[in-house]
């Protein structure tokens, strides 16, 4: 049973011309997508106009077009049209609509920021379930709803299909759930109409500038998630300048906020912190409180993770005993920071982490290279059609690293020896100190070449993903899976069988 144009639209200033009875059974915004009975959503992008796809989606079945200026189709005589001054925000207005506000129906935690989002989802997930909650997830890695994972094609989706998730929540009975909240997607309003629980900032470094333009309209697009249009609890990391400045929008709105940070400024700072290979020992100070426990997590940024985490779990009402209950036998996050395990490694620890960012970058060298007892290498590169202008910035934090690696990492449209030139412009002082593999597979071959006894490679920028991108290809490629099989060839099984120096075939990325 679907809704009406009138029921979809009630509130919202448009002019519906047609059939404002017209019953919509489903919501599309791309034409290809269209079923019988479908209002599609005529969406002017950066690149597409969908105003150009409305036949197609009247020929697949769509009765209602949304539209920013109303079409004039020989075949659209019978077909309703809602013309709005916004076609983005009457989607994400009806989309909540058509499914019955789903958000209200559980604790939605919203987080952003640009590093920290994956791995603090994951965190408040497994603090509200040892708190006894049914929970969900939204974000890069995926979506779970329960115990079941699926794959999704956006860290956060378009409304239509966010919608439909919560939706599918709510029918699983969750009470909480933690998703990340691109700039992207408060820019492009797909989280309007949303009701958060929990809004919380991690921080902000160079990303999405191809997007955005400047740090300040980047800025702008995060702190969405605070404004009125977002009414909730706040959770805030005041560890930079940003954090400072959303934190007095906050308290001069009223907020409920809880901030954090590695300045004893903030409600909850750490007052000791020892690293070990394979956990983290704190002392956190939580509004004059301590809590002293170990967590299986590590480097300096799951400090601020884990301290993100708590705030969240105590703006959701959870006991501060039951949140480092919890955060004690929290589970890896899959390619944050993961080792690749094999029965014989030779000695050389090799880690996996997403890190696609200068800042991120540079922390996760950083954590690795305390963990190691001889060198740190790094194999790196920087995706393709995406912001140009931190390619040699990650150049630079590469050069953190004893040695590097410089390979390519999803190229798409770009030449990846070109995107590899950017990245080298940044890494002019570090001569001798790194070298060019183009194929990602024989990049990480030839780190763990160089490796000795005792070093530690990080391999970064792609972490969960198990695919490359080249072109319109979709190549099978995950970093753990690679790294693993290197690691057999190059040191053998647990028996000592050896499977040759060389790396097997791949496919060249040209």
């Known amino acids: 049973m679907g809704k009406t144009c009138a029921e979809l639209f009630e509130g919202l200033e448009c002019t519906i011309i047609g059939n404002a009875d017209e019953e919509v059974t489903g919501l599309a915004y791309r034409s290809d997508r269209v079923s019988e009975g479908d209002m599609f959503f005529c969406i002017v992008g950066l690149t597409t106009d969908g105003h150009s796809f409305a036949q197609d989606a009247i020929d697949r079945g769509a009765r209602v077009l949304v539209v920013e200026r109303k079409v004039y189709l020989a075949d659209a005589t019978d077909v309703t049209e809602v013309v709005v001054s916004d076609s983005r925000k009457a989607m994400a207005y009806a989309a909540t609509r058509f499914f019955d506000e789903p958000s209200a129906a559980f604790q939605l935690v919203g987080i952003t920021g640009t590093n920290g989002k994956t791995t603090t989802t994951y965190l408040v997930e497994h603090i509200a379930r040892v708190a006894g909650k ?168 799951n400090v601020e993770n884990v301290m993100c985490a ?90 953190a690293a004893d040695f590097a690696v410089v390979t390519s990492d999803n190229p798409r449209h770009e030449d990846p020896l070109g995107i590899i030139d950017d990245i080298l412009a940044g890494m002019t002082e570090g001569a001798g100190r790194f070298e060019v593999e183009p194929d990602r597979r024989r990049a990480i071959a030839r780190a763990i070449a160089l490796a000795e006894p005792g070093d530690s490679i990080l391999v970064a920028g792609k972490g969960h993903e198990d695919y490359q991108l080249v072109g319109d290809e979709v190549l099978s490629f995950d970093d753990r899976v690679v790294a693993a099989e290197e690691l057999t060839r190059a040191f053998g099984d647990a028996t000592g069988a050896a499977g040759g120096s060389q790396p097997h075939d791949a496919t060249e990325v040209k």
């Open 134 to 301: 049914r929970t969900g997830v939204i974000g890069t890695v995926g979506t779970r709803i329960g115990d079941v994972q699926e794959r999704s094609e956006h860290t956060t989706p378009e409304s239509p299909d966010l919608q439909e998730t919560f939706a599918r929540m709510r029918a699983a009975r969750c009470d909480v759930v933690a998703m990340e909240v691109s700039s992207h997607a408060l820019d492009l309003v797909r989280t309007w109409r949303t009701q958060f629980a929990v809004t919380a900032f991690t921080n902000l470094t160079q990303d999405h500038l191809d997007y955005h333009h400047t740090f300040d309209a980047y800025f702008e697009a995060k702190a969405l998630l605070f404004s009125r249009d977002y009414p909730a609890r706040r959770v805030i990391s005041v560890n930079d300048k940003w954090g400072l400045e959303l934190l007095r929008r906050c308290s001069a709105a009223g907020d409920a906020v809880i901030t954090f940070g590695f300045d004893s400024s903030a409600q909850i700072f750490p007052v000791e912190v020892d690293y070990a290979a394979a956990h983290t020992h704190v002392v956190l100070d939580v509004r004059g409180r301590r809590f002293d426990f170990t967590y299986p997590l590590v480097g300096r940024f």
């Open 310 to 399: 708590f705030g969240i779990g105590m703006q959701l009402g959870i006991a501060p005993e039951v949140i480092v209950e919890a955060l004690a036998d929290v589970p890896s996050v899959p390619g944050r920071l993961e080792r690749v395990k094999v029965p014989a490694d030779g000695g050389v620890s090799v880690y996996v982490d997403y890190a696609h960012t200068p800042d991120a970058l540079a922390k996760a060298l950083s954590s690795v290279k305390a963990l190691s007892s001889q060198r740190t290498l790094v194999v790196f590169g920087c995706g393709g059609n995406r912001d140009a202008s931190k390619r040699p910035i990650m150049g630079r934090a590469a050069l």
